[in-house]
């Protein structure tokens, strides 16, 4: 190392500072552009090509301490050759849950769109931070683009927005706006000498609303959950006494949460109704349709979100059933005044100068609680450009039609059991396996139905054949709730996923 030190300090107009050499790049670009091309080939080879093989495994099931053993996490003093860390993504892939997997049933999003992924692959290579045009002109443009036409499927004639790392952050964004709406002066003088405040959400309504109770220091008990029907979807009549029961409390009703699509049923309130409450009482109406906005697209489907266009404000989330790629998630507001800019700006005189050289209206960052915040609209709007609102608008009437072909399936299997009658693409559904099908009704057939749904995951997920999740509600032993989204989903997989289980409970 000495001797390369002192060839460099002979060169012309070499520089040493602090025992560091300061003259020329200290990255080798050769090396890592080959890594980069080298990376991407395992890329497409290993993720990209295999998208739609269902021959290929959702995952390769192991334990933590052997996983740990096989990725060698640890991180050493002396970098690693390329050939090693090229195996190191080999590992990465190999043992990575496949979400592009046909018969990744999981979660509320899956699949890969073409397009969104290209868009991600130019903002990582990129490398953009949303807050200023100056640093990011396409991009805030591109939003722009995006939340205006997202704005016009809700049905509002103006509006504003910005994306969020996550439906859960859009949630805690409405509460605090709606709060600030209430009391602007919250902002400055903080929460002593403020009324108790109080919202409304479902039972059915998504944990991020007690999570965002709790971070805005409003209280979790503050929360004031709404009696929902058998469907799941809150019941209007059981909304107005608990707000007057508020009101008779002393309390400062602020806030109501209706859900759009709630995260186990689907189920989709009753926003009209909703809707006429809190205008009666003076009450911001947020719509949490992180899972159900996507039917928006749909001229046949979005008949389940009517009345949302007499809300203040929605999070939908693009990443769930239109494919955008996590994360992309938009808060949307109706207000068009600034209220955003008001309620979340701190006017940092480093970044948001009134005096640059261009409309600094577009420096938008001083609406977001974030400074750094990535380009996320940006892979919506390539993949809506490629598709077109008719091609988003096929992906939702596909998932839901193949959601209804498999219930029509499920009736007729001997051993499956729905919960209920979807509305929208979750499947809800029991397996009774054989030893169980001539028991009587009653607390231990129920105790050993609770036990089958945990033994069959475990089962699928060691044989890497599917992932299909299950959990226990309100009062119900575990069932599985099967979400149809990927355009890569066709029949025949509806068709596997219930000769899977049954293969797969044969023994139980």
Known sequence: VGVCKQEMLQKKNAVLVDGVILNGPIMDS?????????????????????????????????????????????????????????????????????????????????????????????????????????VSPVFLLVEEAVIKKMIEFIGWEEGDGIFNPGGSVSNMYAMNLARYKFCPEIKEKGLSGQPRLVLFASEECHYSMKKAASFLGIGTENVYFIRTDERGKMIPEELEKQVQRARKEGSAPFLVCATAGTTVLGAFDPLDKIADICEKHGLWLHVDASWGGSALISRKHCRLLHGIHRADSVAWNPHKMLLAGIQCCALLVKDNSGLLKKCYSAEAAYLFQQDKFYDVSYDTGDKSIQCSRRPDAFKFWLMWK???????????????????????????????QLLLEP??????????????????????????????????????????????????????????????????????DMDFLLNEIELLAKDL
Not at 390 to 409: C, F, I
């Open 30 to 134: 050769k090396a890592g552009e080959k890594f980069v091309e080298e990376a991407c080939k395992i890329i497409m080879e290993e993720i990209v090509q295999k998208a739609d093989d269902v021959t290929e495994k959702v995952c390769e099931w192991q334990a933590p301490e052997t996983l740990k053993q096989i990725l060698d996490l640890e991180m050493r003093d002396t970098g690693e050759c390329h050939q090693k860390l090229l195996q190191l993504c080999r590992d990465v892939i190999q043992y990575s849950v496949k979400t592009s997997h046909p018969r990744f049933f999981n979660q509320l999003y899956a699949g890969i769109d073409y397009y969104s992924l290209v868009a991600r692959f130019i903002t990582e290579a990129l490398n953009p931070s949303v807050y200023t045009y100056e």
């Open 386 to 416: 490629a598709l077109g609102t008719t091609g988003l608008e096929e992906r939702v009437n596909r998932a839901l039609a193949l959601a209804r072909y498999l219930v029509e399936e499920i009736k007729k299997r001997e051993g499956f």
């Open 423 to 492: 509305e929208y693409a979750n499947v809800c559904f029991w397996y009774i396996p054989p030893s169980l099908r001539e028991m009587e009704d009653g607390p231990e057939f129920w105790q050993k139905l609770h036990q089958v749904a945990p033994i069959i995951k475990e089962r699928m997920m060691k044989k890497g054949s599917m992932m299909l999740g299950y959990q226990p509600h309100r009062g119900k032993v575990n069932f599985f709730r099967q979400v149809v989204i990927s355009p890569q989903v066709s029949r025949e």
